[in-house]
């Protein structure tokens, strides 16, 4: 039977609709995801580009689909630690890390969140807000079981408390529980483990982590959500104000070959998420000015050239062309000034804003030169999957038999349905080479 | 430690002060300074602008003499430091070039061969003596005394050209710091003095020069410190042409970093040292001394 | 000079000046150049005065303008401070370009009387700034030695090998 069964590394959009298209045809699906939940960075998103959908909207159903398939098995908050073998038979080895809570009994009442006492900043919400040491990362988790953070954890640090323990009514809290080794057995592989946003503490004339009011895109696209750490209010870290004026910073990062930098690629998706979040903001606030520092708008594909000129022309959202080399903070208003060339008269002018974000490059995740080697499959200088075949065969990898979707794959991939594209993509190359090997 | 030490034109002619400093400073750090003889003009920017073989030529020379000695090159000036750093640099990654060089300079009998560094004083300073050394050798620390450093640019800038070797100016914040001082973040820190736009539009070097002393007087500092003799001046005399011209005044008090340390170490400054100040130290030495 | 104010644009224009540049010594960078500014938003110069705009003076270049480019003192503006390469996201080395730049203005005679004094200094004296007899004898007082050691036969040796010497005679 293992010539059915898949392994699937990475629980975005891409691993979702990867497995759902290979558990529909029949395939046992196993998914594997590092972090406590399924979604990925769809997850964290408000609105997608151009037609405004609600992220979640879309990507809640399919969560939930994939967490009730019985052709899909979940294995969150885990690890793929080993591979051997090869097309139509590999040996994986996951690292189920211990969640502390048995996830059969756990039923996500939420009432040890309530109880716990601890908090942290919540990475999901990018630091900007709290959660507790126990938790689930967001309202619509799947699974929907509480995870214990360790780390944070007074128990396991001092030894203390088993609060949580107590209330919950379920007895699911399980501090005892030990990491499990799980070995599978399938036929093919694929690999979808997204993108890392880059830091930019490495361009430090932008002032990021100095300056409170200097954000990145991410950190906005959560200040903007209703479910986000401030309920959907836009506000300056600094102060708690809603900014009046706010930059976008394009090509952070990106096309920037610089040798401590080293990305000459273009994100291919940030001009078109500036756009989305400045008419988000708009759409918040109609006063407020907004001016976008860019490079060159690379708005293309459907509906996206349109969705600039309607940014511009009933928005009134600034476009500049002209890419900024430094941010600076007063000392006492704390706000930001950038300086810039005027388009019109070609003059170097400053202006003042309340808030400025960089839209920063996706970047590799950092493990990506740890997992490929794993894996046995390449990468190219960037660190990015690398296809054998860019034309003929975009969704394979250097190994037969493992494939490998979305940004992992590096920038040629845009956007959202780019990702879902090439999922289903990947599905269908499994299902052809399965059925191959099958045949010999 | 032995470093050939190369004074460049500026300091030995105009800016004494900064080369006594120097001269009593590193030997008590153990550093000896051996003064190269014969050599030439590091080949500044203005020269850089005529000709590129001229450049490398002269430079090179000087890099030559060091190597003869056997001893890495040590310079105060932050043109001089670019200068012989850049050729180095280039001539030791680039063969076909340090031919070329090597052809002109069969003229006067040398020969590039690519043996030696060349560091900045504060290179020196922050590698060599460390700045636990420069600490401990510090008598009296100005506690209390706000100071804006002025590091120059071509300390750090280019980047690439001093990539590992220190961090930035935070190395040069880290010895500034260690007489005690507070080193006070101000607007445009990193920026250039304008220096180098004096004869081309001297409107404009200066008022290049008045957005950094803006910063540094909304910062609210004692006094400037400055390692590279082009800033010095630009800052120091450059606040008596803007006061005349443009009619603001600053009096910030302007001080090279070794004359600061030397103070620090015990070994007050003359008075013709304090003379040869354009904007007076009265105001700062005061506050020094109330520091003890 | 007037010529160069008058033309016609596709007359004036000197398609290949561009790589002619680039061929300079230090010229490379221009060819990567994305005209994204942030050379000039970074530039000292460029925030106090409308005359000097880096990413515009290479856009001249790029467009051919020889003559606008060689015979004007634009390229002397940039104070070689390096902070464009640095910030450059392409790696274009603006500031090293303003080199090549000028060592072609100088071929052109194009070269500012206060660098054809130091230039002159350099080739009489061995270095840029010379001493005045008060601050030798000052040296002398402070217990500084009176002798500055200069190679100048060596230097004016290396001047007349280079172009250094017929470059200095020239005026436009």
């Known amino acids: ?440 | 430690m032995k470093y050939a030490f190369f004074i460049g034109c500026l300091i030995p002619a105009r800016e004494l002060g900064y080369e006594i400093s120097v001269r009593k400073i590193m030997p008590l750090f153990g550093v000896e300074l051996v003064d190269m003889e014969n050599v030439n003009c590091c080949a500044p920017f203005s020269i850089q602008s005529l000709d590129y073989a001229s450049w490398l030529s002269l430079a090179a020379r000087n890099l030559c003499i060091a190597e003869e000695m056997g001893l890495d090159v040590l310079t105060l000036c932050n043109d001089c430091y670019e200068s012989l750093l850049m050729t180095n640099t280039l001539l030791k990654e680039n063969k076909e070039l340090r031919e070329k060089v090597n052809s002109v300079l069969a003229t006067v009998d040398k020969e590039f061969k690519g043996k030696i560094k060349v560091k900045h004083f504060i290179d020196v300073l922050y590698d060599d003596v460390g700045v636990e050394n420069v600490k401990n050798a510090v008598k009296t620390p100005f506690h209390g005394l706000r100071v804006g450093v002025q590091p120059g640019c071509h300390l750090t800038k280019p980047k690439r050209l001093h990539f590992g070797e220190r961090i930035g100016i935070k190395a040069l914040d880290e010895l500034v710091k260690a007489t005690g001082v507070k080193s006070v973040d101000f607007e445009r820190k990193e920026a250039c003095c304008g220096g180098p736009m004096r004869g081309i539009n001297d409107a404009v070097a200066l008022q290049v020069a008045k957005q950094k002393l803006d910063g540094l007087k909304n910062a609210g500092v004692d006094c400037i410190v400055t390692v590279c003799p082009f800033c010095y001046l630009e800052l120091d005399l450059g606040q008596l042409e803007i006061k005349r011209h443009l009619n603001v005044e600053y009096n910030i008090p302007v001080v090279h970093f070794a004359e600061l340390l030397k103070i620090a170490m015990g070994m007050p400054l003359e008075d013709w040292e304090i003379r040869s100040h354009k904007i007076p130290l009265a105001k700062v030495l005061e506050k020094m001394k109330e520091a003890k | 000079m007037d010529e160069a104010k008058v033309g016609a644009f596709p007359a004036r224009a000197r398609a290949d000046f561009m790589h002619e540049v680039a061929n300079t010594p230090r010229g490379r960078g221009v060819l990567l150049c994305i005209q994204c500014g942030r050379c000039t938003n970074s530039c000292p110069v460029a925030r106090t005065t409308d005359e000097y705009n880096p990413r515009k003076l290479v856009e001249t270049v790029i467009l051919g303008l020889r003559k606008e480019v060689l015979l004007g003192n634009l390229p002397r503006y940039c104070l070689s401070c390096f902070t464009c390469l640095d910030r450059c996201p392409q790696g274009g080395d603006i500031g090293e370009v303003m080199f090549a730049i000028r060592n072609l203005a100088a071929k052109e005679g194009n070269v500012p009387e206060g660098i054809i004094v130091q230039a002159k200094n350099l080739f009489e004296t061995g270095r840029v700034v010379t001493p005045t007899r008060m601050a030798l004898i000052q040296r002398e007082r402070y217990g500084l030695s009176k002798d500055i050691s200069i190679g100048i036969d060596e230097a004016q040796k290396i001047l007349k090998k280079t172009s250094f010497v017929e470059l200095i005679s020239k005026k436009v």
Not at chain 1, 5 to 15: E, H, P, R, T
Not at chain 1, 66 to 82: F, I, R
Request: charged share 25%; glycine share 8%; proline share 5%.
């Open chain 1, 1 to 440: 039977m293992e010539h059915k069964s898949v392994l699937i590394i990475g629980g975005g959009i891409a691993g979702i609709q990867a497995s759902l298209d290979l558990a529909n045809r029949g395939f046992q699906v196993y998914l594997v995801e590092k972090s406590p939940s399924i979604g990925g960075r769809m997850a964290q998103l408000d609105k997608t580009f151009p037609t405004m959908d609600c992220s979640m909207c879309i990507l809640a159903p399919k969560m939930i689909e994939c967490g009730h398939h019985p052709n899909v098995k979940l294995l969150t908050y885990s690890e793929v630690k080993e591979v051997k073998g090869s097309v139509g038979n590999f040996k994986v080895k996951v690292l189920k890390k211990p969640r502390f809570v048995d996830e059969s009994k756990c039923t996500g009442c939420g009432i040890c969140s309530e109880k716990c006492p601890i908090k942290v900043p919540n990475e999901f919400d990018m630091n900007l807000g709290m959660r507790k040491t126990i938790y689930m990362p967001f309202l619509q988790a799947v699974p929907r079981v509480a995870t214990i953070d360790k780390d944070n954890c007074l128990l396991f640090q001092k030894g203390v408390c088993e609060i949580c323990q107590k209330f919950c009514q379920a007895g699911a809290v399980d501090f005892d529980q030990q990491p499990e080794e799980i070995t599978l057995n399938v036929g093919a592989i694929i690999v979808a483990t997204g993108f890392d946003m880059f830091n930019p503490e490495q361009i430090p004339p932008f002032g990021y982590k100095r300056y409170k009011d200097v954000i990145t895109a991410m950190e906005l696209e959560r200040l903007l959500c209703a479910s986000g750490p401030t309920g959907g209010q836009l506000v300056r870290p600094s102060d708690g104000k809603m900014p009046k004026s706010i930059a976008f910073i394009q090509c952070v990062g990106s096309r920037d070959r610089r040798e401590w930098i080293n990305n000459a690629y273009c994100s291919s998706i940030c001009c078109k998420y500036a756009v989305k979040d400045a008419v988000l903001i708009k759409e918040h606030d109609s006063h407020a000015m907004i001016t976008i520092f860019y490079i060159d708008m690379r708005a293309f594909g459907r509906g996206f050239q349109e969705f600039v000129n309607r940014a511009k022309a009933e928005y009134g959202i600034n476009f500049t062309r002209s890419n900024p080399g430094e941010i600076t903070e007063d000392p006492e208003t704390k706000r930001l000034t950038i300086w810039f060339e005027d388009n019109v008269t070609r003059t170097v002018k400053s202006l003042t804003f309340d808030l400025v974000v960089l839209c920063t490059a996706l970047v590799p995740r950092k493990d990506s030169a740890e997992l490929a080697k794993t894996l046995g499959i390449e990468t190219d200088n960037y660190r990015f999957f690398k296809s054998p075949d860019l034309i003929s065969r975009p969704v394979d990898t250097t190994v037969p038999g493992i494939f490998a979707c979305g940004y992992c794959l590096g920038p040629k991939t845009g956007d959202i349905p780019d990702s879902v594209t090439q999922a289903s993509a990947a599905a269908a190359r499994i299902a052809e080479v399965l059925a191959e090997v099958t045949k010999q």
